[in-house]
């Protein structure tokens, strides 16, 4: 929170046009953009089908979308599924949405052309400096990996 913040004033201050909008309804007319990015958004807004096809929308023809999200490989999606039906953690297991490199390129695939998706591996938390476990799912071994994804809209 205290980067975005940050970040806030940062363009608060720099004088860049900046909006405040729900992702699944953006303010802005068809064909606006040539270029449309979103870091971290896809995975927390509440429809994210419906924010795509809104940035499609708003994106000219040929118009080229980024998305960065977290992605979670096969085992740490299923240590979280686990943690939740046992009890062990009562987080949403819908908000954050859990993606995975697949899941993310045919979301964006149903109206756009995927280019390319680029993986960062993550390290498992045993590996990282980090506070101390407030929860017993901080304890398990789960990977968090960031994905960046290139697209093209489709004529």
Not at 24 to 33: Q, T, V
Not at 60 to 89: F, K, M
Not at 102 to 130: H, N, T, W
Request: charged letters at 30%; glycine letters at 6%; proline letters at 6%.
């Amino acid at each position: 929170m205290d980067q975005y913040l940050a970040l806030r004033r940062d363009v608060f201050d720099s004088g860049v046009d900046h909006f405040e909008a729900v992702a699944e309804r953006l303010p802005f007319a068809d064909r606006s953009f040539d270029l449309c990015i979103t870091l971290n958004e896809i995975d927390v807004c509440r429809n994210p089908r419906r924010a795509v096809q809104e940035l499609g929308r708003v994106l000219d023809t040929p118009g080229y979308l980024v998305i960065g999200v977290n992605t979670y490989p096969v085992a740490s999606r299923a240590l979280r599924v686990a943690a939740s039906a046992g009890e062990i953690w009562r987080g949403s297991l819908s908000n954050p949405r859990v993606f995975s490199e697949k899941s993310l390129c045919s979301l964006v695939g149903e109206g756009f052309e995927v280019v390319r998706c680029v993986i960062e591996r993550g390290d498992y938390p045993a590996k990282r400096q980090k506070p101390k476990p407030r929860k017993l799912l901080d304890y398990l071994p789960y990977r968090c990996d960031k994905a960046t994804l290139f697209a093209k809209k489709r004529s």
